[in-house]
T-cell receptor
Framework: KQEVTQIPAALSVPEGENLVLNCSFTDSAIYNLQWFRQDPGKGLTSLLLIQSSQREQTSGRLNASLDKSSGRSTLYIAASQPGDSATYLC??????????FGKGTMLLVSP | EAQVTQNPRYLITVTGKKLTVTCSQNMNHEYMSWYRQDPGLGLRQIYYSMNVEVTDKGDVPEGYKVSRKEKRNFPLILESPSPNQTSLYFC?????????????FGDGTRLSIL
């Protein structure tokens, strides 16, 4: 059964820092990996989706990489801002029409 | 605006009183699913639907029912709610059953079962 782990569970940084969030998964036979953002009291917003054949995806200050063979993905956030404060979730799709989520990294960016 | 709409957003009710949480999407998506989110356990899938009249169990289906009579709607039914179903519930949809496209989530429904 697929398991997804996110490290660290929480992270606090000053504004302007570059940071890396980590996601690992136990079964490398995945179709894609998706990074979400969740704000308090809100649903999930899709940030980036990486297909299994891709190595990375970029959107603005966000860059996500995927190393399928080692079961790892990283989300890089450049020049962090207080508005980036949220919980970031990683999810993998391994088939059978279900996503497996990690428990998230709670990020706080202080001014 | 493309969106997934859940109702109600908040509900406090009592054990055994049947309730339905509605979910509607306006993107003509084939695939819809329900998740529950609990502290320390993360998001877990309850049920999913690949298309009209096609539904299947996720990881935690016990105590829940769903139906998919129309493409846009996917209600979650708790026939006899119990306190262990107190949770934050999310409905999601994506364009196709292969699910190689991003999932869109609703804003969530917070259920408290007393």
């Amino acid at each position: 059964k697929q398991e997804v782990t996110q490290i660290p569970a929480a992270l606090s940084v000053p504004e302007g820092e570059n940071l890396v969030l980590n996601c690992s998964f136990t079964d490398s036979a995945i179709y894609n990996l998706q990074w979400f953002r969740q704000d308090p009291g809100k649903g999930l917003t899709s940030l980036l989706l990486i297909q299994s054949s891709q190595r990375e995806q970029t959107s603005g200050r966000l860059n996500a990489s995927l190393d399928k063979s080692s079961g790892r993905s990283t989300l890089y956030i450049a020049a962090s801002q207080p508005g980036d404060s949220a919980t970031y979730l990683c999810a993998v799709y391994s088939g059978y029409s279900t996503l497996t989520f990690g428990k998230g990294t709670m990020l706080l960016v202080s001014p | 605006e493309a969106q997934v709409t859940q109702n109600p957003r908040y509900l406090i009710t009592v054990t055994g009183k049947k309730l339905t949480v509605t979910c509607s999407q306006n993107m003509n998506h084939e695939y819809m699913s329900w998740y529950r989110q609990d502290p320390g356990l993360g998001l877990r899938q309850i049920y999913y639907s690949m298309n009209v009249e096609v539904t299947d169990k996720g990881d935690v289906p016990e105590g829940y029912k769903v139906s998919r009579k129309e493409k846009r709607n996917f209600p979650l039914i708790l026939e006899s709610p119990s306190p262990n179903q107190t949770s934050l519930y999310f409905c999601a949809s994506s364009i196709d059953r292969v699910n190689n496209q991003p999932q869109h989530f609703g804003d969530g429904t917070r259920l408290s079962i007393l």
